[in-house]
């Protein structure tokens, strides 16, 4: 291959990707707005492009919007802020729960449909979405406690209940109560949030 086809085809493949980058940042939007009641037309004109140009990024609808669900899960995940270095527990779950209450405040109608609806109501590969969502949510939880537990001198694992009342403290579902029955902004629900979780883990340790 000669160096002005190699640029070339690199050029197309960068095109390609930022291509379909644009079409899997419009789905999240749209599915935040529409939930599973979004159309592959939603998408395309959200992103700026036509129908046909979607379907030559994603072969079909649940393909592309389990694409969509995937990357939010990958994005939430790195926004996550790694534990200090300095144990710096109080500090280090604030921030934690500043961010996670944000992001949830954003997350839109596809995060309750697909918390609703079992595997069966949704189509495979929506289905297989979802389930990665759901372990995602767990092992955060798990990852999140067991930080908590060892900082504070926690031996073994931690109990299953103050695992449950940290994924509890993380889920939209404390967000969207808080903020829609309560008027709370999420940075009050991340306070309160953490200090529910300060007083569980002091009540779980010996």
């Not at 979607?54 to 072969?59: E, G, L, N, T």
């Not at 060892?150 to 109560?177: K, M």
Request: charged share 25%.
């Amino acid at each position: 291959m000669t160096p002005d086809a190699v640029i070339a085809t690199s050029l197309a493949d960068e095109q390609r990707d930022v291509a379909r980058s644009r079409i899997l940042r419009a789905a999240r939007g749209v599915l935040a707005d529409r939930g599973l009641a979004a159309t592959v037309d939603d998408v395309a004109e959200a992103a700026g492009v036509n129908r046909r140009t979607v379907f030559r990024h994603f072969a079909t609808r649940d393909g592309l919007f389990a694409a969509a669900i995937k990357e939010g899960v990958r994005s939430y995940a790195l926004r996550i802020p790694a534990p200090p270095e300095d144990d710096d527990l109080r500090a280090w779950l604030l921030d934690l729960l500043f961010v996670v209450h944000r992001l949830n405040a954003g997350n839109g109608r596809i995060y309750w449909e697909l918390a609703a609806l079992e595997p069966d109501d949704l189509p495979a590969e929506l289905a297989q979405a979802a389930a990665e969502r759901r372990e995602s949510r767990k092992l955060f939880a798990v990852g999140v406690t067991s930080r908590m537990w060892q900082a504070r001198g926690g031996r073994g694992d931690p109990p299953v209940w103050l695992v449950d009342a940290v994924a509890v403290h993380l889920s939209g579902f404390t967000t969207q109560s808080l903020t829609g029955d309560f008027g709370r902004t999420p940075d009050e629900v991340a306070q309160v949030s953490a200090q529910v979780l300060e007083a569980a883990l002091g009540a779980a340790l010996p």
